[in-house]
């Protein structure tokens, strides 16, 4: 027997066939992007927002430029065998003191790109700053007061707050060093950025950032020039514009594009495990995903095997609510999987047998910036449909559906959203803590005391060991039974970029650094 999931799966065979579907010609005869120039042409897959601030934002293409241009504490390398090692950059070291103190001792000898010196309480200002409820990058476990002990050792310390210090270690690599006297600022800090990293900040004109190498920056100063951040929503153009020389390196392949791109010997394609899981995401605060017996049916009923042929290699298997190269990760033995009986029964327990009685579910997802994106969200509507669920699924532009992404007071809009969630470091609570936590509830609107409960336990953990264990044995198995969201996979990151790029390193949440490139 054919069914609707057999027919989707074959038309999308079709048209994978073909490749380039769709092309927007403006970019590519634009004489600004055709010239020959000595900066790397990098094009990105999502808008960025006009505010410089780096705690306004849960951009990631903004993440990628703030990473060129800021310095962190330390560097996430996140590779899958070893998610936990940690690079210093602008700290030394960084040492518990106590349960609520961790001491960190800075670099000496660096400056921000306007001249002032970085010092303690350049820190400062950032943690207090950054970790302040109201602030929208604000996925930090709660706020912080940072002591300034001299001018390159400070004291990040919790105790007001009532969670352990040592949190900070991984997130020591997630949010950008900010002069203090730009926090002080808030228009100058939103008006242009002011790092201490490789490149500098020059100018913004309409889809492009233009950077340019920091001759001072503290490692010695890159080999390329400078680096322009293209935005250009749409997979087609990005690597038609890399086949035609208008772009050195690009982002978000999908398969028959690197298909396409790999037979050319001019360039390399690069692919990492990253640290985003794309979600779907159930509004647990409105009916009838309220019950998680309802949203247990639900993960029952998709096949996340066919989601991952619908993929090809931008996806790969995942049985947590976090990447492999997130601090903690392991299988959750009992990670709901397809299983249409277990769906049937789960429904009717609830009162829907056959899914009779529930009410249409608006499903939203969107185009033009995760792969296939479109084509496995009408694939998992199909899987819904065959168990009962009366799905209504609207696929809209980025800057639609991203304006629908998050939780209001009532309830989010619709049924269903899938997002996926990319943070340049290996702590965990950056995702679980952000979003099924009720302090916090960032797009599901969960409010459950068990939940709550086993996060706070690993995060008050006396010991990073004990945490580990927490974790893995109760945090991460009660998320799964209560599936406030399902994890479908964990992305793939694919980058292809001109062979005469050399010296990059890409990092597991689309970042890179460029600091050591050569573009011959």
Known sequence: MINRRDLMLGALAGAGAFGFGRVNPDFLVNSAFAAEGRSLRFLGAEALTGNWDPTTHTNLGQLIVEGFVFGYLTRAPMKPDNPEELVFELAESLKPIDTYTLEVKLRKGVKFHDGTPFTSADVKATYEYGSQADRPAQWYPGQVKVDIVDEHTCHINTKDYGYPAALYYYLSSFLPIMAAKDVANKAQLSARMNGTGPFKYVDQKGDT????????????????????????????????????????????????????????????????????????????????????????????????????????????????????????????????????????????????????????????????????????????????????????????????????????PGGGEGNMIDCGWCTGSPEPDLVIRTHFHSSSKRITGIVDKEIDAVLDKERNAGSIEERKKILQTETLPTIARKAPALALFTSVFIHAYSKKLDGLYIYPNGMQDMSKANLA
């Open 209 to 408: 950032t233009i950077l340019a190498a920091n001759t001072d920056f503290i490692f010695g100063a890159p080999k390329i020039p400078g680096v322009e951040y293209h935005f250009v929503g749409d997979t087609t153009t990005r690597t038609l514009s890399l086949l035609n020389g208008q772009a050195d390196i690009i982002e978000r392949l999908e398969q028959e594009q690197v298909d396409t791109i790999a037979k050319d010997d001019r360039f390399a394609i690069h692919k990492a495990v990253s640290v985003e899981n794309k979600y779907l995401f159930f509004r647990c605060s409105k009916k009838p995903f309220d019950d998680p017996r309802i949203r247990l049916a639900a993960c029952h009923s998709i096949d996340r095997k066919q989601v991952l042929e619908v993929l090809g290699v931008s996806g790969t298997f995942s049985k947590a609510h976090i990447s492999p190269v997130k601090f903690g990760y392991t299988e959750v033995a009992d990670y709901p999987e397809y299983d249409p009986d277990k769906a049937q029964a789960l429904l009717a327990e609830a009162g829907f047998p056959k899914g009779e009685g529930l009410p249409e579910l608006t499903y939203y997802s969107s185009v033009g910036f995760y792969p296939k994106t479109k084509e496995y969200a009408e694939l998992i509507t199909g899987m819904l449909e065959e168990q009962g669920f009366k799905v209504n699924l609207q696929t809209l532009e980025v800057a639609a559906w991203g304006n629908l992404l998050y939780d209001k």
